[in-house]
């Protein structure tokens, strides 16, 4: 195959990995958009359980008073009936006193209990509006599952498009330049970018003059020379740069300040790759270019560094 050949296809196959691995963060994280209606649904349970357990101890209270309010009655009638048959004035101040009492005990029970049976009746309406509430809060949550499914079916037969293409593209390439250019791409969304004027446009770095010179004649040498950025490992190919833009580039100073490249190479996200580049950088530190000679040392350092990222393979 020849080398622009490689390079249109690593292109897209950057694509479509790119999308796959975004699709796969969006699947992962998809329970997530469950968790504030699960929280709050466990909360209302929680609170009604708490509401549930002193409606029971009033209405133990209640029921409790009821039996003290019958047994002033008795007590009271009791006292009354017996006034029918009294003989001495003895026994009529004894059954005085006792309905006195006896009234006195009923007035002031049946007022408690009219306060408590208030109080009950009260929290027996929370109680039934805390159901409802938990029962819409339920078929809700519900709902949001069944949405959130559907959702996660169309992710997972987009991703399962999407493997399609990646092994239709990737078929016909180096596994192992394939297998290196997905975990690039993991982290940083771009595995192949230009060099331009001898700069790496992933990661702004300068390549060795002898180097990019490297890149540029890689081209006609066929895809057993994919050269990899020293830097940020990504894959390079060379972009003839016009006479303008190398103007601007030299006007701007060549050992001018990084920051000041990243001005002139701006583009997307060049920001928030610069992040991802120094963790790339620190990984394949001694790495330098890859072929067929070294590539074999290359790989061991790779798996040393990252562990996790082999384990989630495995799984797949
Ligand atoms: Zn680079």
């Known amino acids: 195959m020849v080398m622009t050949e490689v390079f249109d296809k690593l292109k897209d196959l950057q694509d479509v990995l790119a999308e796959k691995y975004s699709l796969e963060a969006k699947i992962a994280d998809s329970p997530k958009q469950l968790e504030s209606q699960?929280?709050?649904?466990?909360?209302?349970?929680?609170?009604?359980?708490?509401?549930?357990?002193?409606?029971?101890?009033?209405?133990?209270?209640?029921?409790?008073?009821?039996?003290?309010?019958?047994?002033?009655?008795?007590?009271?009638?009791?006292?009354?009936?017996?006034?029918?048959?009294?003989?001495?004035?003895?026994e009529y101040e004894a059954l005085d006193k006792q309905i006195t009492e006896a009234t006195e005990r009923e007035n002031s029970v049946r007022k408690e209990l009219q306060k408590e049976d208030k109080n009950l009746e009260e929290l027996n309406e929370i109680l039934h509006s805390d159901e409802e509430m938990i029962k819409s809060q339920e078929t809700e949550l519900e709902s949001s599952k069944a949405s959130l499914n559907q959702e996660i079916d169309s992710y997972k037969k987009e991703h399962s498009d999407l493997e399609k293409k990646e092994a239709e593209i990737s078929k016909d390439l180096d596994q192992e330049i394939v297998y290196k250019f997905q975990r690039i791409i993991q982290r940083n969304t771009e595995?192949?970018?230009?060099?331009?004027?001898?700069?790496?446009?992933?990661?702004?770095m300068i390549?060795?003059?002898?180097?990019?010179?490297?890149?540029?004649?890689?081209?006609?040498?066929?895809?057993?020379?994919?050269?990899?950025?020293?830097?940020?490992?990504?894959i390079l190919y060379y972009e003839e740069v016009s006479e303008d833009q190398q103007e601007d580039y030299f006007d701007m100073g060549v050992a001018g300040s990084l920051a000041g490249l990243d001005e002139d190479f701006d583009d997307e996200d060049s920001e928030e790759r610069e992040d991802e580049?120094?963790?790339?950088?620190?990984?394949?530190?001694?790495?330098?270019?890859?072929?067929?000679?070294?590539?074999?040392?290359?790989?061991?350092?790779?798996?040393?560094?990252?562990?996790?990222?082999?384990?989630?393979?495995?799984?797949?």
Do not use: Q, W
């Open 277 to 316: 580049d120094e963790e790339i950088k620190s990984e394949f530190d001694d790495e330098d270019e890859i072929d067929d000679e070294d590539s074999e040392d290359a790989d061991d350092e790779d798996d040393e560094d990252s562990d996790d990222e082999d384990d989630d393979e495995d799984e797949e």
């Open 191 to 204: 595995g192949i970018v230009a060099v331009r004027n001898g700069v790496c446009t992933g990661c702004h």
């Open 38 to 90: 699960e929280e709050l649904l466990a909360r209302l349970k929680k609170e009604y359980i708490e509401k549930h357990a002193s409606y029971e101890t009033v209405k133990a209270k209640v029921e409790k008073l009821k039996e003290e309010l019958a047994e002033a009655e008795a007590s009271r009638e009791a006292g009354e009936k017996g006034m029918d048959n009294i003989t001495t004035h003895r």
């Open 207 to 234: 390549l060795p003059a002898n180097f990019a010179n490297e890149v540029r004649e890689a081209e006609n040498n066929g895809d057993k020379d994919i050269l990899f950025c020293p830097y940020c490992s990504r």
